[in-house]
């Protein structure tokens, strides 16, 4: 088996959407002023960087992050390849066209490439997952989605009045848990691969920073 990660790092300044406020690390002890340890906290929103969407997230009252059976955060996926331009859906016949079509209980990870964007900003104009691909994913029992942009939803400037994420609602009504801000995943695009995205446990959290990685079968490339 081979390992690729497949999520961004944390730092302060790092990009994130302009509601939430600045990724912060602070020093609470230095061995260089005379303490025993080094020791550093860090200061950051939920939705900041590569992390895992809980329902909770669109949904009042559903599961937090740490409700969550472990189980939920790791599986067989297919990794879509996706070609779309700013502003367009990204449709079912995409996803199908872009890799194997998932099975019953198969992750879905949609790799657009728009992760090589992310220190631009550039990175906030991109590609949406359709509401039909949202609800096709529901039906076909898909327990997990992940997207290597900010968000599966339209980006901010392109929102209308009223706009209510029907992506996030769709899909986290149903309990399919949402990865945000992947990257790597042109390098397993069209595969079939094995995902582990295990978020922080923060109890009651509507999300939980992640490190994923997925797992590649080192002599077939990950098909089957």
């Given at each position: 088996?081979?390992?690729?990660?497949?999520?961004?790092?944390?730092?302060?300044?790092?990009p994130?959407?302009?509601?939430?406020?600045?990724?912060?690390?602070?020093?609470?002890?230095?061995?260089?002023?005379?303490?025993?340890?080094n020791?550093?906290?860090?200061?950051?929103?939920l939705?900041?960087?590569?992390h895992?969407?809980?329902?909770?997230?669109?949904?009042?009252g559903?599961?937090?992050?740490?409700e969550?059976?472990?189980?939920?955060?790791?599986?067989?996926?297919?990794?879509a390849?996706?070609?779309?331009?700013?502003?367009?859906?990204?449709?079912?016949?995409?996803?199908l066209?872009?890799?194997?079509?998932?099975?019953?209980?198969?992750?879905l990870?949609?790799?657009?490439?728009?992760?090589?964007k992310?220190?631009?900003?550039?990175?906030?104009?991109h590609?949406?997952?359709?509401?039909?691909?949202?609800?096709?994913?529901v039906?076909?029992?898909?327990?997990?989605?992940?997207?290597?942009?900010?968000t599966p939803?339209?980006?901010?400037h392109?929102?209308?009045?009223g706009?209510?994420?029907?992506?996030?609602?769709?899909?986290?009504?149903?309990?399919?848990?949402i990865?945000?801000?992947?990257?790597?995943?042109?390098?397993?695009?069209?595969?079939?691969?094995?995902?582990?995205?295990?978020?922080?446990?923060i109890?009651?959290?509507?999300?939980?920073?992640?490190?994923?990685?997925?797992?590649?079968?080192?002599?077939?490339?990950?098909?089957?």
């Amino acid at each position: 088996m081979a390992l690729l990660d497949i999520s961004h790092q944390l730092w302060p300044g790092m990009p994130k959407i302009p509601i939430l406020p600045e990724v912060e690390r602070h020093q609470v002890a230095s061995i260089a002023d005379g303490a025993p340890l080094n020791i550093s906290a860090i200061t950051l929103a939920l939705h900041v960087g590569t992390h895992i969407d809980a329902p909770a997230h669109a949904v009042d009252g559903a599961k937090t992050i740490d409700e969550l059976p472990i189980e939920r955060f790791a599986g067989s996926a297919v990794v879509a390849k996706v070609d779309r331009k700013p502003g367009e859906e990204i449709t079912v016949d995409d996803v199908l066209a872009g890799g194997p079509a998932p099975e019953r209980g198969e992750f879905l990870l949609v790799a657009t490439g728009w992760s090589e964007k992310f220190l631009s900003g550039d990175y906030a104009d991109h590609p949406s997952l359709s509401p039909e691909l949202a609800t096709w994913c529901v039906e076909q029992g898909v327990p997990f989605v992940g997207v290597d942009m900010i968000t599966p939803d339209l980006p901010v400037h392109r929102r209308g009045a009223g706009f209510d994420f029907p992506v996030h609602r769709t899909l986290l009504g149903a309990e399919v848990l949402i990865a945000e801000n992947l990257t790597n995943l042109d390098a397993v695009a069209g595969q079939r691969v094995h995902v582990h995205a295990y978020p922080l446990a923060i109890r009651g959290g509507d999300a939980g920073p992640a490190r994923v990685v997925v797992e590649t079968l080192a002599e077939t490339g990950g098909t089957r």
